[in-house]
C-alpha cells in the first residue's frame, strides 16, 4: 500500500520559512507527477506546486518564486522549501501522487489525485 506521510509544518512569523517533507513508501517517484496542495480552512483545496516525471516543474501564481519543490530519490522523500512565508499561506498542507493533471494545470480541479498523506499543519503569523 503506497503511503505519503508529511513532516515539517509549523508555527512561524510572516517572513519565515519552512522545509516541509513527505517520505514516500511503495512508489517509484520518477514514475508519477508529484505534488503539493493546501487547505485553508473554509477554503477550497489548491494546487501549490507540482514536479512531473521529466522534472518540469509548476508553481501557482501566489507561491511562485518563494516556494521550491524539489524530491530525493535515494531518500523517497519529497520536499517543499517555502521562503518568506506570508499569512495567506496558512493552511493544512498535503504531499500527493497525481495522475498527472496536476503537473498539467497546478490550478485544475485537483481531481486525479490518486494518494495523498496526512497532512501537515503550517500557520503563519503577522
Known amino acids: 500500500q503506497v503511503q505519503l506521510m508529511e513532516s515539517g509544518g509549523g508555527s512561524v512569523q510572516a517572513g519565515g520559512n519552512l522545509r516541509l517533507s513527505c517520505v514516500v513508501s511503495?512508489?517509484?517517484?520518477?514514475?508519477?507527477?508529484m505534488g503539493w496542495f493546501r487547505q485553508a480552512p473554509g477554503k477550497e483545496r489548491e494546487g501549490v506546486a507540482a514536479i512531473d516525471t521529466d522534472g518540469s516543474l509548476k508553481y501557482t501564481d501566489s507561491v511562485a518564486g518563494r516556494f521550491t519543490i524539489s524530491k530525493d530519490n535515494a531518500k523517497n522523500t519529497l520536499y517543499l522549501q517555502m521562503n518568506s512565508l506570508k499569512p495567506e499561506d496558512t493552511a493544512m498542507y498535503y504531499c500527493?501522487?497525481?495522475?498527472?493533471?496536476?503537473?498539467?494545470?497546478?490550478?485544475?480541479?485537483?481531481?486525479?489525485?490518486?494518494?495523498w498523506g496526512q497532512g501537515t499543519l503550517v500557520t503563519v503569523s503577522s
Open positions: 511503495r512508489l517509484n517517484m520518477n514514475n508519477y507527477c
Open positions: 500527493a501522487q497525481d495522475r498527472g493533471l496536476l503537473c498539467f494545470d497546478i490550478t485544475g480541479p485537483l481531481s486525479a489525485l490518486e494518494v
